[in-house]
């Protein structure tokens, strides 16, 4: 099975302050075909402009990930973490019982770029928790690097769900080969440039959820780009 998601069938939230894109329904954006992959629930592809963000609000009973591009994000958070999230850093809430948090723009001028990804954890009513890493871009070049796992293998940033999330930056001269388990499939996200997955060219903004294969390709298109891939149980 071989779905693609391009990027001009998302959803769209545009409060001048923020411009998002939603490849699963989220907010007032509904399309009952496009509720979620797996356990991927939400992938928010949030534009913040300076000094604009998300006041303290409420969250529960989610894997909350967020993966910045551009800029830099401030969080605060009821748990009484404070921290600045800049590129090639991943953040994880485990929402659980409850949390609530704020992201603003560390920046009055700059616009911040950021993919927000929600996962459904394995259990409901989990321990509220917070988890930050940087990564080396350089792990990445021509390669997926493993960021986020369910026991955080290899010093990636652990979840509590059967998911594995790599992240690579693909260059023209690298070819990328990826076996798919039993029963496991993989939804990837063009994050910047274009890339081409078993054959198909996928820009920025498009995904293409991948599944009852024993393995995909993976190769730069023009020069190449970044993708997160999501390795779903």
Same mark, same amino acid.
């Given at each position: /099975?071989?779905?693609?998601?391009?990027?001009?069938?998302?959803?769209?939230?545009?409060? %001048?302050?923020?411009?998002?894109?939603?490849?699963?329904?989220?907010?007032?954006?509904?399309?009952?075909?496009?509720? @979620?992959?797996?356990?991927?629930? =939400?992938?928010? +592809?949030?534009? &913040?402009?300076?000094? %604009?963000?998300? *006041?303290?609000?409420?969250?529960? #009973?989610?894997? &909350?990930?967020?993966?910045?591009?551009?800029?830099?994000?401030?969080?605060? #958070?009821?748990?009484?973490? @404070?921290?600045? &999230?800049?590129?090639?850093?991943?953040?994880? /809430?485990?929402?659980?019982? @409850?949390?609530?948090?704020?992201?603003?723009?560390?920046? *009055?001028?700059?616009?911040?770029?950021?993919?927000?990804?929600?996962?459904?954890?394995?259990?409901? %009513?989990?321990?509220?928790?917070?988890?930050?890493?940087?990564? $080396?871009?350089?792990?990445?070049?021509?390669?997926?690097?493993?960021?986020?796992?369910?026991?955080?293998?290899?010093?990636?940033?652990?979840?509590?769900? +059967?998911? $594995?999330?790599?992240?690579?930056?693909?260059?023209?001269? #690298?070819?990328?080969?990826?076996?798919?388990?039993? $029963?496991? %499939? !993989?939804?990837?996200?063009?994050?910047? @440039?274009? =890339?081409? !997955?078993?054959?198909?060219?996928?820009?920025?903004?498009?995904?293409?959820?991948?599944?009852?294969?024993?393995?995909?390709?993976?190769?730069?298109?023009?020069?190449?780009?970044? &993708?997160?891939?999501? #390795?779903?149980?």
């Amino acid at each position: /099975m071989k779905y693609i998601h391009r990027a001009d069938q998302r959803g769209i939230t545009n409060f %001048g302050w923020l411009n998002s894109r939603h490849s699963f329904s989220f907010g007032e954006y509904y399309d009952p075909e496009m509720m @979620g992959y797996r356990s991927l629930r =939400v992938i928010n +592809d949030d534009s &913040i402009a300076g000094g %604009g963000g998300f *006041p303290m609000h409420p969250h529960r #009973d989610m894997e &909350i990930l967020t993966w910045v591009l551009e800029g830099s994000l401030e969080h605060k #958070d009821s748990l009484g973490n @404070g921290s600045i &999230i800049r590129p090639n850093e991943l953040q994880r /809430m485990t929402a659980g019982t @409850g949390i609530r948090h704020s992201e603003f723009n560390h920046s *009055p001028t700059e616009t911040v770029r950021l993919l927000q990804i929600w996962i459904l954890p394995e259990a409901r %009513g989990l321990t509220p928790s917070y988890e930050q890493k940087s990564f $080396n871009p350089h792990d990445r070049l021509g390669k997926l690097h493993l960021i986020a796992s369910r026991e955080g293998k290899n010093g990636s940033i652990s979840l509590k769900q +059967d998911v $594995n999330l790599y992240a690579s930056t693909v260059r023209p001269e #690298d070819k990328i080969d990826f076996s798919l388990g039993n $029963n496991r %499939g !993989v939804w990837i996200q063009v994050a910047t @440039g274009s =890339v081409k !997955v078993s054959g198909e060219i996928l820009s920025q903004g498009d995904a293409i959820a991948i599944e009852s294969v024993p393995s995909l390709l993976i190769e730069a298109h023009n020069t190449g780009g970044e &993708i997160l891939l999501f #390795d779903l149980a």
